[in-house]
């Protein structure tokens, strides 16, 4: 596919990168020439230089024969305008544009095709807001992720040493978790994928990955991991975008308190927020963390630009008493350096982000992609189209399916309902099945096994 | 300051003025009544002639007026009417009335009080009564102009707050044509309620007569009867209940139901914080008092009958309107004494209601609370917010100004009293009673104020101006700065 990238920042690049390890045609355009240069000595990709949005920039990136344009410059109207000229110009098919300011989302009728022709919005702010929102509510979770329109949950779970599962056998979680609607799609030990056997004894730092219809997924994380209380008090450090929102749709079920270093923000914050409580300060500053209590906060969230300032207060607040510290960390090189024990959850925006893009990526009707495992791990949820005769799906029972070894169907979602997958489930048209994807190199196999053969109209 | 174009304003304000005279003089003919014709004849022409003095010779005078000039005319707007305004009064030979007593009905007609000197009104002329019911009804309609485009644009006592909604000016300080329109709104506002009003008392067994005038003195929350015994006269339910849900109506803020009207949404009125509160300390009054009634068994009669008088007494003060269907200075001390305490709260601002306004209280309370917040998290942020948007902390300045230049106004105008040589209830309940725009007090003053002092008299108009004038467009006059060019 030949895919044109506007903006080569954070979001923009990584995206950049991970695409083009999946051969595929990549234009990147930015303003930026050294920025340019960087990525592509890193990876097999053509560059342009230029304004996004120019039409002589974009032609020059071969908008003409491009599947797509994703605008991921830091600028709303820049990209508005880029989709805007790809459609107008070059009839571009997917037009894909970050739109940060909620003010332009919550007119309906702007983004159709006689107004402005964006396909797909995306907020990196809200997607990142709305996955820590996850995690909280589901204390104990390495990651949580939605499927379906949140109907049904992928949820990543690190077995904690004083787990009451540690020493138990695989079938032992099978045998408690009968009635729950979930699935075990992957476990990991030291990094390394193990297939899940029976008689596996469970260990300390085992990663299991489950899927399970929402209504049960607090059940899980509650049952396996025991001894995790609710979260109830969380203390947000920055009051940036993605802080602000955090605050906002944490507030009507959580005590939150934000700080914010700058008195004029925080002002205008505490305008905002409704029952947050706004602190201005330094996220660093242990008189402050004492003064509000740190030592019986459940969840520190610190959400700056800044990861070295991330990092360092949350291990300050982790030192201080905090029960869970989660921090936003950009570059890829520190989150696997933090995860060693020194802050629970490292956030990356670029991967949240990207498993949005992929979704419009993939070929065949997938709906929702999610990037896990810093990018080797993928979970997919496709739509089953097509009849027995033209899909290589519908009407076989999930054991008949030639999925690659590293894949496995957690769930399907049909109509409304949620369906636990088994070996003699028989998938039907329309059926959303969510797949979990070991090793992502295997993404084609999976690709193709959704695609409609021609034949089908 | 423009001398010249406030004396033109003046001299047309008067003659407008006179002409809301006739319609007493033809009450007085339709009934008969030479005395009293001949009385509001002569202070209707008196009037007239005054006014156009003053405007004549400055008829050419025309320029845009500035924010002092503002101060000046709503000023004198209350005075010079209050003073031309008692011509009827002094010269009537019904009354008998010297020159304070005239002064004080009329001022306490104007400003919407409501606390009378006379006494027997049943046998008085009719003319007369309507003069007084009339002089209150007008009275509230300068009060509804006066809070709702002139005062926030002053911005007196943080009601700069509401500059934003009202489509009054507030450009350069200059008094633009739009404050006709605006006014021209709330009159319609102020006149379809007092039609509906009156044909209520109407349906509900009221005279032509009285149903007309008690209609001026409930929309203008004045308090003024024709009889004496005020509205127990009726001894009917159901007018109680008409009054009382038209004197909730005149508390609420015109501005609102202006919105209301304009957006054609009755949610409007709940999605108000300020009508909320007000709704909310009325109702959680009554509950009190209500209850207060039953333990000390005070009232006879069925429960149904209770709880109108209760609520009737509850919304009559709350609203500072000041009518009585029965003797609540009687009951047990509490409630008199927490009913004089709820004319303080007031009515809505911009509404015809008198007191500090609900909204300052409110405002006041959620300041009050922000200061514990902040004792408990010294480094956080509180905002002070009415509805969701926040509220400048310059309004909240303002606000704590005005309460305390309320109770500084109210202590000295109390000791002023006593050192006349009136009993501390008396006077405690006189001047919250003038103050607050409400009307009757405690002690001697429970029915009418004709036995006090003349002094105190003085001292209770100048209440009654303060009250209504929101204090600080009437001292500010008084600052050397203010008259500084």
């Known amino acids: 596919m030949k895919i044109i990238i506007l903006g080569a920042g954070q979001v923009g690049g990584s995206l950049a990168l991970s695409l083009a390890n999946e051969s595929n045609d990549i234009t990147l355009v930015d303003s930026?020439?050294?920025?340019?240069?960087?990525?592509?000595?890193?990876?097999?990709?053509?560059?342009?230089?230029?304004?996004?949005?120019?039409?002589?920039?974009?032609?020059?990136?071969?908008?003409?024969?491009?599947?797509?344009?994703?605008?991921?410059?830091?600028?709303?109207?820049?990209?508005?305008?880029?989709?805007?000229?790809?459609?107008?110009?070059?009839?571009?098919?997917?037009?894909?544009?970050?739109?940060?300011?909620?003010?332009?989302?919550?007119?309906?009728?702007?983004?159709?095709?006689?107004?402005?022709?964006?396909?797909?919005?995306?907020?990196?702010?809200?997607?990142?807001?709305?996955?820590?929102?996850?995690?909280?509510?589901?204390?104990?979770?390495?990651?949580?992720?939605?499927?379906?329109?949140?109907?049904?949950?992928?949820?990543?779970?690190?077995?904690?040493?004083?787990?009451?599962?540690?020493?138990?056998?695989?079938?032992?979680?099978?045998?408690?978790?009968?009635?729950?609607?979930?699935?075990?799609?992957?476990?990991?030990?030291?990094?390394?994928?193990?297939?899940?056997?029976?008689?596996?004894?469970?260990?300390?730092?085992?990663?299991?990955?489950?899927?399970?219809?929402?209504?049960?997924?607090?059940?899980?994380?509650?049952?396996?991991?025991?001894?995790?209380?609710?979260?109830?008090?969380?203390?947000?450090?920055?009051?940036?975008?993605?802080?602000?929102?955090?605050?906002?749709?944490?507030?009507?079920?959580?005590?939150?308190?934000?700080?914010?270093?700058?008195?004029?923000?925080?002002?205008?914050?505490?305008?905002?927020?409704?029952?947050?409580?706004?602190?201005?300060?330094?996220?660093?500053?242990?008189?402050?963390?004492?003064?509000?209590?740190?030592?019986?906060?459940?969840?520190?969230?610190?959400?700056?630009?800044?990861?070295?300032?991330?990092?360092?207060s949350s291990m300050l607040a982790k030192r201080l008493g905090a029960r869970k510290t989660m921090s936003l960390i950009n570059r890829p090189s520190y989150i696997e350096l933090v995860e060693s024990g020194m802050i629970d959850t490292a956030i990356s925006p670029q991967q949240v982000t990207i498993g949005a893009l992929l979704a419009h990526i993939r070929r065949g009707d997938v709906v929702a992609v999610h990037s896990l495992r810093k990018g080797y791990a993928e979970a997919i949820e496709a739509v089953a189209h097509g009849d027995h005769r033209t899909s290589k799906v519908v009407g076989r029972k999930i054991h008949e399916l030639k999925l690659p070894t590293s894949a496995g169907i957690g769930a399907i979602v049909r109509a409304d309902e949620v369906i636990i997958a088994t070996p003699e489930l028989i998938i039907e048209p329309e059926d959303h099945v969510i797949i979990y994807l070991a090793d992502k190199n295997k993404v084609r196999e999976v690709e193709r096994l959704f695609q409609v053969s021609a034949t089908f109209i | 300051m423009q001398p010249f174009v406030i004396l033109r304003i003046l001299g047309q304000l008067l003659m407008i003025f006179s002409i809301t005279m006739l319609p007493a003089v033809g009450v007085g003919l339709f009934y008969n009544e030479s005395d009293s014709v001949d009385s509001l004849a002569m202070a209707f022409l008196a009037t007239l002639i005054t006014g156009f003095l003053l405007w004549y010779p400055f008829r050419n005078y025309q320029s845009d007026l500035r924010l002092r000039d503002g101060f000046v005319i709503v000023v004198l707007f209350w005075t010079v009417l209050g003073l031309f305004g008692s011509i009827p009064f002094f010269l009537s030979n019904a009354l008998a009335l010297g020159f304070v007593d005239s002064l004080f009905e009329s001022i306490s007609g104007l400003t919407t009080t409501g606390a009378t000197v006379l006494t027997q009104l049943d046998h008085l002329p009719y003319s007369i009564l309507f003069y007084r019911q009339q002089l209150q009804w007008l009275g509230g309609m300068g009060i509804i102009v006066l809070a709702v485009a002139i005062l926030p644009m002053l911005g007196v006592g943080g009601m700069q707050l509401y500059r934003a909604e009202t489509p009054g000016p507030v450009k350069d300080n200059k008094l633009t044509p739009r404050i006709t329109e605006t006014a021209k709104a709330l009159w319609y506002i102020y006149l379809s309620l007092t039609i509906l009003c009156a044909l209520s008392y109407w349906l509900a067994g009221m005279t032509v007569f009285d149903a007309i005038s008690h209609s001026f003195s409930t929309i203008a929350i004045g308090g003024f009867s024709t009889h004496d015994l005020n509205l127990q006269y009726f001894d009917s339910r159901i007018i109680e209940w008409v009054a009382i849900v038209f004197m909730l109506?005149?508390?609420?803020?015109?501005?609102?139901?202006?919105?209301?009207?304009?957006?054609?949404?009755?949610?409007?009125?709940?999605?108000?914080?300020?009508?909320?509160?007000?709704?909310?300390?009325?109702?959680?009054?009554?509950?009190?008092?209500?209850?207060?009634?039953?333990?000390?068994?005070?009232?006879?009669?069925?429960?149904?009958?209770?709880?109108?008088?209760?609520?009737?007494?509850?919304?009559?003060?709350?609203?500072?309107?000041?009518?009585?269907?029965?003797?609540?200075?009687?009951?047990?001390?509490?409630?008199?004494?927490?009913?004089?305490?709820?004319?303080?709260?007031?009515?809505?601002?911009?509404?015809?209601?008198?007191?500090?306004?609900?909204?300052?209280?409110?405002?006041?309370?959620?300041?009050?609370?922000?200061?514990?917040?902040?004792?408990?998290?010294?480094?956080?942020?509180?905002?002070?917010?009415?509805?969701?948007?926040?509220?400048?902390?310059?309004?909240?300045?303002?606000?704590?100004?005005?309460?305390?230049?309320?109770?500084?106004?109210?202590?000295?105008?109390?000791?002023?009293?006593?050192?006349?040589?009136?009993?501390?209830?008396?006077?405690?309940?006189?001047v919250a009673a003038t103050l607050n725009n409400l009307g009757p007090g405690l002690g001697e003053v429970a029915n009418n104020y004709s036995d006090i002092n003349a002094f105190s008299k003085y001292v209770l108009c100048l209440g009654m101006l303060l009250g209504r004038l929101e204090i600080f467009t009437l001292l500010v006059i008084f600052t050397p700065v203010f008259w500084r060019r």
């Open chain 1, 32 to 312: 930026d020439p050294k920025v340019l240069q960087e990525i592509q000595d890193r990876a097999d990709l053509q560059t342009v230089v230029g304004h996004a949005s120019h039409p002589t920039v974009l032609a020059q990136a071969g908008a003409m024969d491009a599947n797509m344009v994703v605008a991921l410059t830091n600028s709303d109207e820049t990209n508005m305008v880029a989709c805007q000229i790809a459609y107008t110009l070059f009839h571009t098919p997917t037009k894909i544009a970050r739109v940060r300011a909620t003010d332009y989302l919550d007119y309906d009728g702007l983004f159709v095709q006689e107004a402005l022709p964006i396909d797909v919005l995306i907020s990196p702010e809200y997607l990142v807001s709305k996955y820590i929102e996850n995690l909280i509510e589901h204390p104990g979770a390495l990651q949580v992720l939605n499927f379906a329109d949140g109907k049904v949950k992928l949820i990543a779970i690190a077995l904690h040493a004083k787990s009451m599962l540690i020493g138990k056998k695989v079938s032992a979680i099978f045998d408690d978790m009968k009635d729950m609607d979930t699935n075990l799609v992957a476990m990991y030990r030291h990094q390394q994928l193990l297939t899940i056997e029976q008689d596996v004894e469970l260990e300390a730092g085992d990663e299991l990955f489950f899927i399970a219809a929402s209504s049960k997924a607090k059940n899980i994380t509650t049952m396996l991991q025991g001894l995790d209380k609710p979260n109830r008090r969380v203390i947000i450090a920055g009051g940036g975008n993605i802080g602000l929102l955090l605050a906002q749709i944490l507030e009507p079920h959580y005590r939150v308190k934000l700080i914010e270093r700058d008195a004029g923000r925080a002002k205008s914050l505490s305008e905002i927020l409704e029952k947050t409580i706004v602190l201005q300060g330094d996220a660093a500053d242990e008189n402050l963390l004492m003064e509000e209590n740190i030592d019986s906060v459940d969840v520190f969230c610190a959400l700056t630009n800044d990861d070295e300032a991330n990092i360092l």
């Open chain 2, 249 to 430: 109506l005149s508390g609420a803020n015109f501005g609102l139901h202006f919105l209301v009207w304009r957006h054609r949404s009755l949610p409007h009125y709940w999605r108000d914080d300020e009508f909320r509160m007000y709704c909310l300390i009325l109702l959680a009054s009554s509950i009190i008092i209500l209850s207060v009634v039953k333990f000390h068994d005070t009232l006879s009669g069925p429960l149904f009958d209770q709880i109108t008088t209760v609520v009737f007494q509850v919304v009559s003060i709350g609203t500072t309107t000041g009518f009585t269907s029965d003797d609540f200075s009687v009951w047990p001390t509490f409630i008199p004494v927490l009913l004089i305490m709820l004319s303080f709260i007031g009515g809505c601002a911009g509404s015809t209601g008198g007191g500090m306004k609900v909204i300052r209280m409110l405002l006041l309370f959620k300041q009050g609370l922000r200061e514990l917040k902040r004792l408990v998290h010294p480094n956080a942020h509180f905002a002070v917010k009415l509805g969701k948007k926040p509220v400048d902390n310059r309004v909240i300045e303002a606000v704590w100004g005005f309460l305390s230049a309320y109770i500084g106004i109210f202590i000295i105008m109390l000791l002023m009293l006593l050192a006349s040589g009136i009993d501390q209830v008396t006077a405690f309940s006189a």
